[in-house]
């Protein structure tokens, strides 16, 4: 009676541990890249549906309002991913509007952040290639509206890719892979989106997924997609309204300064603009090593 007491005690614990979680197939590498696409197919299509109804709709020719028109078709890419993210991905899509009470997550403080650092990364990378003699500029017209305009159509098109990317790809990979695994194939996959714009680089393809990976990190240490959008938001805005230089290939027609004329040198690139640089390599190493130190002294506080 005792012996079998005791057999019985010690088969309990095998009988009553929990099973193993087993992730979706959906959360492979593959099957979220594919996934990935499909949304971003079908928000573009849903996209270019809208705005070109609204280019009937009001007779838009102007090609500064058209190049913005541009920006705001990838409001169906959004719109897309937070749906599935909602039908689907529950614990991504709650990561969205994440927040803790300490101040890290998705605050507006962050969000303030990111619009600098990206704002001061892309002008000092263009700082440089004016220095060095390889952009010349005049100045356009000043039209408040059209840059408010813009500011919020460049955030719904920097939000859609970060939404897609940072969100949920980066999101769906995590709770499958080792967070760095994740981090270097969302940076991989981000710059393969890229491969086939305007005056692609090999140097411009490296510097897209170094972004990707900073944001990346960004995502890991600060959890706030908010940072990263603003971080991407600023970064073309910068690059393409404010100061009329290519951001991946395009060029706006209604920018506050005008490129008159530019030179290819290791600063800048006439084809892909200073995201063909080595000073935006560097600038994009600096802030992933930024987010370490950062999350770093986070981890040391707590």
């Known amino acids: 009676m005792e012996e079998k007491d005791i057999t019985e005690a010690a088969a309990a614990p095998a009988a009553e541990a929990p099973k193993k979680e087993r992730k979706p197939i959906r959360h492979m590498m593959w099957a979220a890249a594919l996934i990935s696409l499909l949304l971003m197919l079908l928000g573009e299509i ?64 962050l969000f303030g952040i990111g619009l600098l650092v990206g704002f001061g990364m892309n002008a000092g990378c263009i700082l440089l290639a004016w220095l060095h003699g390889d952009l010349h500029f005049s100045l356009g017209a000043f039209r ?34 080792n967070v760095w695994v994740a981090a270097a194939f969302n940076a991989l996959f981000f710059g393969a989106l890229h491969l086939f714009n305007n005056g692609v680089t090999v140097l411009g393809i490296l510097n897209v997924v170094a972004v990707g990976f900073a944001l990346s990190v960004a995502m890991i240490k600060l959890r706030s997609l908010w940072f990263c959008i603003a971080v991407h938001t600023a970064w073309n805005y910068s690059q393409s309204i404010f100061f009329g230089l290519p951001n991946s290939g395009m060029v706006s027609a209604g920018s506050f300064l005008h490129l008159e004329a530019a030179a290819d040198s290791i600063f800048y690139d006439t084809g892909f603009g200073v995201e063909s640089s080595f000073p935006a390599l560097a600038m994009m190493v600096l802030l992933t090593v930024c987010l370490l130190l950062i999350g770093r002294r986070k981890s040391a506080e707590s």
């Open 46 to 109: 849903l996209g270019d549906l809208f705005t070109g109804f609204l280019a009937r709709l009001f007779h838009v020719q102007d090609g500064g309002v058209l190049f913005l028109f541009m920006y705001l078709s990838f409001l169906g890419i959004d719109l897309v991913v937070l749906l599935y993210t909602w039908l689907f991905e529950k614990p991504v899509f709650r990561t969205f509007g994440y927040r803790a009470a300490g101040g890290e997550g998705n605050t507006w403080k």
């Open 144 to 177: 408040p509206f059209y840059l408010l305009a813009a500011l919020v159509c460049v955030c719904i098109q920097s939000g859609a890719e970060e939404l897609l990317c940072r969100g949920y790809m980066m999101g769906v990979l995590r709770d499958r892979y």
